[in-house]
């Protein structure tokens, strides 16, 4: 349903431009494609709809929907690279980041910054680069099935970056890394799981699938923790009830309640299987910072303009005027979004951010594959309440990224540490979590376990495969000779207005109502727009949801949010191509063949692990 | 079926105005004036080009705009294994800039990328006009950056392809399979752990919807 207040559309609001008539008449968004259609004027628009202040993630979604919906979005970053709350950064940059954090530059949202680069990084010849290296400010992973994978997809956003598989989820627990039994497959052939366990199990996940359809089986538990009702009502044991809580769904501590995780459980388990065995993907080169690019281009080739190294000084309210750094000044008509990083000086109304998420990201000089399954470089490891001689309450997290993901060299890997811990204790759960995680690797890493053949096992073509539930028991004593080697410590607090598990809720944004009694009078961001500090939730999931509520207060409707058909396939080419001699007409029937080459060699999945050919 | 498609990534630069969307849709469509349709929604144009065995795809990314204010993304030039730095040959400071683009592409691109310097609008001086940038200085600029050199116009269609054609035959081709190795040279051709977000679930839902 359109609401009468719909704006015109992009071809709509454009109506000199090539006007493609489709014949099953289907919407077709033809884009501006900027620097093509028409000469670029030289300097920054005089008036924009909306003015968007930050490339973080959300507001780079915001740019491109309200781009392509025909909004006029002037896009700037005060940083000389984009991504904001989001980025992914060079050892450089992320320096460059630490110092305004303790020079309060954002005391709201970043405190407590502690960094730690090792002489190897940036020494010239023999040691990496500071760009060998991209550090993500608040990491992300993908489900295959979630509202921001289809908006990649309708964008066509996900044709700029590469996505891989992350496969690998361990549960930490008496102090070894429990691998993730989380397929229907591996629950039957697991040999370490009684059998009455498996069809409990079993009994769980077919429950879960549709849940909301058997209020009967859940709505006594509606108000209470989740882990009562799977103890009583599917009588799983502990290392299960940790496993679904924690792994697949990615809880922060025991008091979770249970239709949440049950949303959060299934969301796991329906995303598996959508690209191949694997729930999760996440993008190469960078997390959100990369997404962030990829949305920005996006909201370019839809007609935004894009301005880095450029802060908004001021904003009066009254003329909606916001004058920038350089003297320059916009008019903006509509709305005028900031993200809470790059809010003038002065500002009054900026969202309290209550919640702190503390974050400990490591560069070690080990490549961590045995983390990894075979062929991916990525794991996610989580270390439940209890877990850790901390004797932590909250979840720790850990997102483990090794040199296939492009964000490392060969020979280390990048982990990331979070928690929803408040105040002091956090940190000592992220050291005793980092501490857990380094005995692990230099353990299985190391050489003398080669001969021990209860340990390495050798598999049918001969790979070895090393049994982790065993080197967790046999190996708990065993004291490493060898240590590992940190080329990068950085600890941080970020702060956020989202609580643990939630997303963005929609009264958020009408703090700022103009109509609101919230309102300071006579502030100089009265009518902005804040957007939110990213959450401590590990997946993307909130991004789609706020950049929504932010885009329905500009345009008064969400109905056109990516309201896209870009009317290809693959990549239409240009009709009456007429090519005699080297140059061959495109055809599309031939280009899916191409991409259609699915990659048959692992496991048998042939139909959904993919080349990626665009 | 899939003999040896080669996919390169090549990326536009020049200063505004210089005509290199002009060049790109020359090559693509063959055709200057009258049809101009860009492809759709695509944000970058392909273009399949046979090279003795082998068949390269072209997939050109252009700067969108981005370059006006100096924010252009890491992205941009991330794998690039082509790059085609424009200018306009009666215009001296469109030069200027081009030796900007490429210090920046030296500095941000692949190691292996192939440049090739473009001296565009050769049409105005065969009718009349004054050439401001010689081709002398621009042979030396190509010869001491490594970089390939043409002088086109994209209006007659002059030297549009040999452009293409050039790079082309400058990237190491070969099968795919045996290319996935260079990784680490900077040039990527393949990667096998690639998945393609479009290959299935909503991707297939949004593709199949309308197939104008």
Redesign the interface.
Known sequence: MLSPERRPSVAERRPHF?S?S???G?P????H????ED??P?S?PDKVDVLIVGTGMVESVLAAALSWQGSNVLHIDKND??GDTSATMTVDQTKKWVKEVNDGKFSNCYTNAKLYVSAIIGSGDRGFSSRDFGLDLAPKILF??SDL??I???S?V???L????LSSFHTYENDSFEKLTNTKQEIFTNQNLPLMTKRNLMKFIKFVLNWEEQPDVWESYAERPICEMLIEKFKLERPQVFELMFSIGLCYNMSAKTPEVLQRIRRYLSSFD???PFAV?YS??GGPG?LS??F???A??GGA??????SLASFDPSTKTATFEDGSKVTVSEKLVISPTQAPKYSQNIPEQKYEIHRLTCVVGKSCEEWFSE???AAVVVFPPGSLKSGNQNVVQAFILGP?SEVCPQETSVWYLSTTEQGPRAEMDLDAALEAMETSIVRESSSDLENDESIVQFGPNGETMINSVKLGQSFKEYIPRERLQFLLKLYYTQYTSTPPFSVVDPSFFDINDENSKKLITGASDNGVLYTAMPSAEISYDEVVTAAKLLYEKIVGSDDDFFD??????D?????????EN???D?DDDEDN???M?F?VNRQGTT???????? | ??SG?T?IKLVLLGE??VGK?SIV?RF????FTE?????????????????GEQ?VKF?IW?????E????L????Y?NAQAALVVYDITKPQSFIKARHWVKELHEQASKGIIIALVGNKVDIVSSGGERKVAREEAEKLAEEEGLLFFETSAKTGENV?EVF?GIGEKIPLGRPDEQSGLQNGGVRI??????????????AV??S????
């Open positions: 090539l493609f489709s014949q099953n289907c077709l968004v033809v884009p494609l900027a620097g093509i000469p670029l030289e920054t690279h984009y295959a099935k994978l289809s990649l997809v309708k066509r996900h044709q700029y590469e996505f891989q598989s959508v690209y191949g993907l190469k080169y990369e690019q990829g920005c281009r996006s370019a080739v303009t894009y301005k880095l190294n450029e062929g991916e470089s296939g896209l058909d870009f009317g290809d396939d990549d239409v080419p240009i009709h009456n191509a007429n090519y080297a140059i061959e495109d063949d191409v991409d080459n990659d139909e959904l692990v993919g080349e990626m050919e665009i | 079926m899939n498609i996919s505004a105005a969307s849709l693509v469509s063959n055709d049809n101009k349709e860009p492809t759709i929604g695509a944000a970058f144009l392909t273009q399949r080009v046979n090279i068949t997939e252009d700067t969108a705009g981005q006006r204010f100096a924010s993304a890491p992205m941009y991330r392809n054609l393949t990667d096998d752990q690639r998945i393609d977000l479009a290959s299935t679930g909503s991707g949004a593709a919807g309308c197939n104008c």
